[in-house]
């Protein structure tokens, strides 16, 4: 999450803002890497089912909560319609 960011930037700007900016990227590596590959890879072995079924499952309720949410709708903005 974002917010856990937050106390480990402020630490490092009290030295220098390029410090700051440094914990930024690494964040921000750290966090790509484990949600794109960690995640990925992990998931299937741990519930032993194929990566396919799993990808098919996330999209599943990615569009259920969509479907339940208007806001959440890709390119939709403001009120549901009447």
Do not use: N
Request: net charge positive; proline share 11%.
């Amino acid at each position: 999450m974002i917010v856990s960011a937050i106390p480990p930037v402020l630490f490092a700007f009290t030295d220098s803002p390029g410090k700051a900016l440094l914990v930024i990227v690494v964040y921000i590596l750290v966090q790509q890497v484990e949600g794109r590959l960690t995640i990925a890879v992990g998931m299937p072995r741990t519930v032993k089912l194929h990566p396919a079924v799993i990808a098919v499952g996330v999209l599943v309720v990615i569009r259920a909560c969509s479907a339940r949410s208007p806001s959440t709708r890709a390119g939709r903005s403001g009120p549901p319609p009447a």
